[in-house]
């Protein structure tokens, strides 16, 4: 890499200054890169499994609700709907992982039965509110999984730039600056040691002369 500094001890103590900073910034942000690399394998080894289990949850309710229809009927069914009384909010909180904001989603369900008389309502119709109820939870789940993932790529990317950078611009260059000042002091201090020498060795014949 082409180095365009002045050979001086100055700018060898900074450049050595600088190659240990960027040395140390390297390490930490490939550690960075190495702990959300294992942190985002995680992630999505969960998404995959909330999204195998919700699609099954998913197939299962509509299984219940077709029994449901076929026993109780469809309009019996939609006035049976209005009666149930349960409320779903959202807590939504923070965690960090290395320097990210993830999402922790939290779906709280309120309860207010009875919610009709049991007489002349089929069991397929609480296995119905069960089943969905799941299926909430798990869409909860998936979407704090889901925005977690977007969020630690997107950190990721930009911390595999800045190793990157470092890697194959700062660190070469700092390096090549080093050796580089490091070898044309070396060379000014042998060629001022012949120099000395020469004078030296004319003023010794000097003095035998004279």
Known sequence: MKVNIAATK?????????????????????????????????IIQITDQVQEELEKALRQAYVVSGKAVVVMGQKRLDALSFAI?????????????????????????RHYPPYYSSFDVSLHVDEVIVSFEGILKLIAQLAEKKIALLRLAKELQKTVRKVNALEKVYLPYFKDAFKYIGDRLDEESREAFGMLKIIKERMRVREKIN
């Open 85 to 109: 009384n349960i409320k779903n909010d959202i807590s939504l909180s923070q965690r960090r992982i290395m320097g990210v904001s993830i999402p922790v989603v939290e779906l709280i369900t």
């Open 10 to 42: 100055t700018n060898l103590l900074r450049v050595k200054k600088s190659l240990a900073l960027t040395q140390e910034g390297y390490q930490l942000l490939d550690e960075k890169r190495r702990i959300l690399m294992s942190e985002l394998s995680s």
